[in-house]
């Protein structure tokens, strides 16, 4: 393995400035692992565009001497992107053949603020169909293996993005968060993932799976990195009307020592903590708990009352606004059409045509959606649903009266092997219990390394900070780093 893959962004820009390298150099080091990765994380490779990119950047270094890091603060740095976030002229999947082939004409707001500082998209990357999913298994081109145990999986939706960074294939990778897509491979990978505040980042050229939860954000080898990345992300954008007209702080100056933790009120919810944790989970999550207290932090146990029904929930809502969102998937206005559409006599087998692009699982989120959404159960379905979401976002605003930040695990496990859950939908849904109910309420939240289990599979810790906090959520995550809790051993 070569250094250069698993450098930092600081470490890549004092190499440019110390002349060991130029983005060219970087590039061509990133395409090469891709074409040997054996883990199916990278859909398809932008080697011309990434190239092109790297080559203006020589270009620049050779004129200047220097990083230009004011003006373009991601100056030559690697970027992998999920594959439903939009890239002019790139195409654009969702890892689905329902949008084989489709070649979008824009770039979606958080990638083209990227790309303006200075960042190379060097892949599109693999994920869940449609991000319906928790282990990856659910792409129509193959499933992503875990980049250190390839029998078991990376956790979805962005098991691309995650693997990708934790492999080398990038230095910071987009993913998004519906229910906890990017925290819940972040944890099983071992790297840093981070969803903001809802209507932190602009959606604008995102693929819609349920719009009143998805967001984008980064995963990467440390929290500085991705705090780097979401800070030029984020910002209001008058093309996405979910997008908060709020400035953000100055988040790099937030990442600190452990002594930003001393006085810390930490709250740890008792559902988070209950049965069903393993017990490789536990001890790790223990472990983390015991050095913030070591570092002068309060842990108080507390309670989050509606945490049982955030899972039912979230698949009500969700798939509600799936159905929604995927009506246009219909072969005229967006989707693959039948090759034989003009000799199709019946609209409903034009129809039947282009539903079979769609998998299993889409196909199952959609049916449940449409039902959840049908007259005479709206009011049973999805009408309630909203009403015990908003029950869940109150048990957070009580409990940030008395604490400063809430932790537990991410997930109640660590990676399962591929397979294993792929029959059992209940079972694959509940992966994502502990991630969800941040996602409903519309909380920034973020998965840490903090160990790994007998196993060697990674373990993370989920810190929840309260809306448009997330200068908080930064500084104690720095703080925790310096633990090295997380590092492999």
Known sequence: MSDLRFLSIKEIHDGFDEKKFTPTDLVNELLSAIDKSETNSVLRPLKDRSLEQAKMGDQILKTQGKVPRSETPLFGIPIGVKDLLTIDGVETTCASKMLEGYIPPYTSTAVKRLESA??????????????????????????????????????????GSAAAVREGLCTVALGTDTGG?????????????????????????????????????????????????????????????????????????????????????????????????????????????????????????????????????YYIVAVSEASSNLSRFDGVRFGKRPKSADQVDKLEDFYKTVRANFGAEVKRRIILGTYSLSSGYYDAYYKRACQVRNLIKQDFDHAFKEVDVIMGPVSPNTAFRIGEKSADPLQMYLNDIMTIPASLAGLPAMSLPCGADEKGLPIGLQIIGKHFEEEMLFSVASAFETSKLGEEK
Not at 141 to 148: E, L, R, S
């Open 118 to 159: 200075g960042a190379i998209s060097i892949a599109k990357l693999n994920m869940d169909e449609f991000a319906m999913g928790s282990s990856n298994e659910n792409s129509a081109y193959g499933p992503v293996k875990h980049p250190t145990h390839p029998d078991h999986v990376p956790g979805g939706s962005s098991g």
């Open 181 to 313: 897509s990017i925290r819940l491979p972040a944890s099983f990978c071992g790297v840093v993932g981070i969803k903001p505040t809802y209507g932190r980042v602009s959606r604008y050229g995102l693929v819609a799976f349920a719009s009143s939860l998805d967001q984008i954000g980064p995963l990467s080898r440390s929290v500085e990195d991705s705090v780097r990345v979401l800070d030029v992300m984020a910002g209001h954008d008058p093309r996405d009307s979910t997008s908060a007209p709020l400035l953000k702080g100055n988040w790099l100056k937030s990442l600190s020592g452990a002594e930003s933790l001393k006085g810390l009120k930490i709250g740890v919810p008792s559902e988070y903590m209950g049965e069903g944790l393993t017990d490789g989970v536990r001890n790790s999550v223990d472990a983390a708990f015991e050095w913030l207290r070591s570092q002068g932090a309060t842990i108080k146990t507390m309670s989050l009352p509606h945490t049982d029904y955030a899972v039912a929930t």
